[in-house]
């Protein structure tokens, strides 16, 4: 037999050629290692984000509320009640109610909200043209439309009354609720 000459090597199956190319095992582990690292960065990093996410400080929500998109549309002197959905985040968990404020205003300039919830047990009032105040039917309460003041009944406080803004000529009040059946108002 004859022997290798020296410039001659003999290389193993599994080793690549020396000039610079890959066998087809190299090349299917180069490309099965990049794949499985794509693929764990795209499920790894959603997940990850979605299990630290509810431990992160939240951004300061904006509670202001636009309640009317026009001044002059709002009849001066009659209150008006206006509903807006609010939408709370708790983690995981979105909740979503219905929520009001009576816009009133003597002038077309300076306006104040109310809470739309009676401040002895949180029902819902109604404007009483005849008698031209709020009325509460649950427990007969019943509040001044310019003031809040209570009237009648067994509130234990006036109305609660919102902050507001005339941006632009539209109406913003900051949504706020209160504690319920105390002289004291608290936020809730």
Known sequence: MDEP????????????????????????????????????????????GAFVSPALPKKPTDDWIKVAD?????????????????????????????????????????????????????CSYVHDKEKKSFYCPCHRGQFDIKTGKVMDGPPPRPLDELEVEVRESAVYVRYRDFRLGIAERVVS
């Open 70 to 122: 026009d001044v002059a549309l709002i009849d001066v002197g009659e209150p008006v009640r206006v509903n807006f959905v609010k939408t709370d985040q708790d983690a995981w968990i979105e909740t979503r109610t219905l929520n009001g404020v009576w816009l009133f205003t003597e002038d077309g300039e300076k306006f104040k909200a109310y809470n739309a919830k009676c401040t002895h047990l949180g």
């Open 5 to 48: 000459t020296p410039t001659q090597k003999l290389q193993p199956e599994d080793e690549a050629p020396e000039t610079g190319t890959i066998d087809r095992r190299g090349f299917l582990h180069k490309v099965s290692t990049v794949s499985a690292g794509l693929t764990a960065l795209a499920v790894g990093v959603p997940a990850a």
